[in-house]
């Protein structure tokens, strides 16, 4: 499957993808809140003033890293390959912080439940950081960077 | 309780799908490189669960654990949404990772992940230092 994409993980995306659905939808049915990293990072460390309760956007936050370290146990490892020049995850980061506050949302607000509820900003937040991601990256290749 | 479960559920989701890989990612938005599809079967992998999840929401007059729904309203497309959005992209090109990956990948390469949420962190403070 996927000759033409020889390192694509379209099973373990799709697999990936739906538990990544599922926590959006026990956090929308269960808790009546939007599983938005970006917001519920910014509320549990208190740099945004409305949102979720604290704790629970704790809460959410903590278990990223307990699943991550759960599935890396069950699957033998999780490859994790950073940009070898540090500066861009720096940067990138920075930029990351500040737009996700001003874009109010990321990948799995916008991206994954705004999207879902034809959200006409999330629609338009997603190909916009997409299309901006791509222009980025086109950038950095023409530059050398990648 | 259930953030907590339905944190680390979206976390095993991510480091699953190889989205915890910054290089796979940046690849995703590679188009004009060795393109890898692969966030495209994660996001509409995602995108199913939760379109019913939202069919059952307006259904439901409260969630299951709590009073009420708090929920965005769908307000316009504003400027800061479309900046926002368009510097999001250029970070998450820039270095392959978005908020939730980086905090997920704390488990798996600390060091660097670490670095990239102390960075995210010092940007959405400026965010509120500025925009006030």
Not at chain 1, 6 to 34: K, Y
Not at chain 2, 102 to 109: E, P, T, V, Y
């Amino acid at each position: 499957m996927m000759a033409a994409f020889p390192h694509a993980m379209p099973v373990e995306g799709l697999l990936g993808g739906l538990l990544i659905g599922i926590s959006a939808a026990i956090m929308l049915l269960g808790n009546g809140r939007i599983a938005g990293v970006s917001g519920l990072g910014a509320r549990a460390l208190g740099i945004a003033d409305a949102g979720a309760p604290r704790a629970m956007a704790a809460a959410f936050i903590i278990g990223l890293p307990l699943g991550a370290a759960l599935a890396a146990l069950l699957l033998g490892g999780v490859m994790t390959r950073y940009p070898a020049a540090m500066w861009q995850v720096v940067v990138g980061g920075v930029v990351v912080g500040y737009g996700t506050r001003l874009g109010s949302g990321c990948t799995s607000g916008h991206g994954v439940c705004g999207m879902a509820r034809l959200s006409p900003r999330s629609i338009a937040a997603t190909l916009i950081f997409m299309g901006s991601g791509i222009a980025t990256v086109a950038l950095m290749r023409a530059g050398g960077l990648l | 309780m259930a953030a907590l479960v339905a944190g680390a559920i979206f976390g095993a989701g991510l480091a699953l799908s190889g989205m915890a890989d910054p290089q796979r990612v940046r690849a995703f938005l590679d188009i004009f490189g060795a393109w890898d599809p692969t966030l495209a079967f994660v996001m509409g992998g995602a995108l199913v669960p939760m379109a019913l999840a939202w069919t059952v929401q307006r259904r439901l007059a409260r969630p299951v654990f709590a009073d009420g729904f708090a929920l965005p309203a769908t307000r316009g497309i504003d400027a800061p949404l479309v900046v926002g959005a368009m510097l999001f992209g250029i970070g998450w090109g820039l270095s392959g990772l978005c908020p939730g990956p980086a905090i997920a990948g704390l488990a798996l390469a600390p060091a660097q992940a670490g670095i990239a949420v102390v960075a995210m962190i010092a940007g959405m403070a400026l965010h509120r230092l500025t925009r006030r």
